[in-house]
């Protein structure tokens, strides 16, 4: 999530698997991703012969129930920067500039992969749960990004999120995607919140691991969810991203989610 971005991004580099910040940062003069959206919509319309890529998946005041589509996700610029070794033209009095610029090359990026049919634009942003991140600057950069986008966004965050999650909330974006499967603190965090017109992204699979849960153990969780915020503010999905499961894994993780969101239902 880290090199695929600095391999591309003028200004950035990659040297031994560690990130680098040599110069200015500036747009790329393509996009990183546009390429992945194509390949992912004709996957699914090759495996779905109804598959239909409806880029407005918020109506006024609650989701499509049929919404079908593909997200898109951008690696947030705080974890970006603060993720990187700066070498030039940034010194670390100036990593909050350097965050700023990254957040206007990552707009262009943002737009490319919203032409390319991306039905929501997400980014993660695990620094945001670590202590180590600003803010304040980290809100600035995101609504960089997601200003003028007609496409919903979410932003992601994973780790514990019980001591920001009130801020998160104040960022501005439809979503708010964090891991509640093994993060027992984030669920009573969601306790008698405000959630601020904001969906919450409910991971109920653990991804760490390649042990798939049972049905009704995901169910538990997601009634949990339910119980806490409403079934109308629920987003089910993975904790995290599943790259590092096997393919037989992370397949089987997702149909137990499916079957349990069914179940319920």
């Given amino acids: ?26 747009p790329a003069p393509y996009s990183i991703g546009a390429s992945d959206i194509d390949m992912a919509l004709k996957t699914a ?30 690696t947030g610029p705080t974890t970006l920067a603060l993720s990187s070794r700066i070498e030039g033209f940034y010194n670390k009095d100036k990593k909050d500039k350097a965050i700023i610029d990254l957040a206007w090359a990552l707009k262009k990026e943002a737009e ?28 600035k950069a995101l609504e960089i990004i997601v200003h003028d986008l007609p496409q919903p966004t979410s932003m992601h965050v994973c780790g514990s999120i019980s001591e920001v999650l009130d801020e998160l909330l104040k960022f501005k974006v439809n ?49 949990k969810g339910i119980e806490l915020v409403g079934e109308e503010n629920l987003i089910v999905d993975p904790d995290c991203g599943m790259r590092l499961r096997s393919r037989e ?6 149909k137990v989610m499916v079957e349990a969101v069914k179940w319920l239902s």
Avoid: H, W
């Avoid at 880290?2 to 031994?16: C, N, Q, S, W």
């Avoid at 090759?46 to 589509?69: A, H, P, R, T």
């Avoid at 699979?205 to 997601?222: F, L, P, R, W, Y």
């Fill in 175 to 223: 979503i708010i995607d964090c891991e509640f499967a093994d993060q027992s603190k984030n669920l009573e965090a969601l306790e008698n919140i405000n959630l601020k017109g904001k969906k919450i992204g409910f991971g109920c699979i653990d991804t760490k691991t390649n042990t798939v849960e049972s049905k009704e153990k995901v169910a538990g969780i997601i009634k």
């Fill in 249 to 254: 894994a992370a397949y089987s993780k997702l």
């Fill in 45 to 74: 319309k090759n495996l779905s012969s109804d598959f239909k890529n409806d880029s407005q998946i918020l109506s006024e005041d609650k989701f499509q129930e049929n919404f079908k589509g593909i997200k898109a996700i951008i």
């Fill in 1 to 26: 999530m880290l090199e695929v971005f600095a391999r591309e991004i003028p200004g950035m580099m990659v040297k031994d698997g560690t990130p680098l910040i040599i110069g200015k940062i500036q």
């Fill in 112 to 139: 490319r992969l919203q032409n390319a049919g991306a039905a929501v634009i997400q980014i993660d942003e695990p620094f945001l749960s670590t202590g180590i991140a600003d803010l304040k600057t980290a809100k």
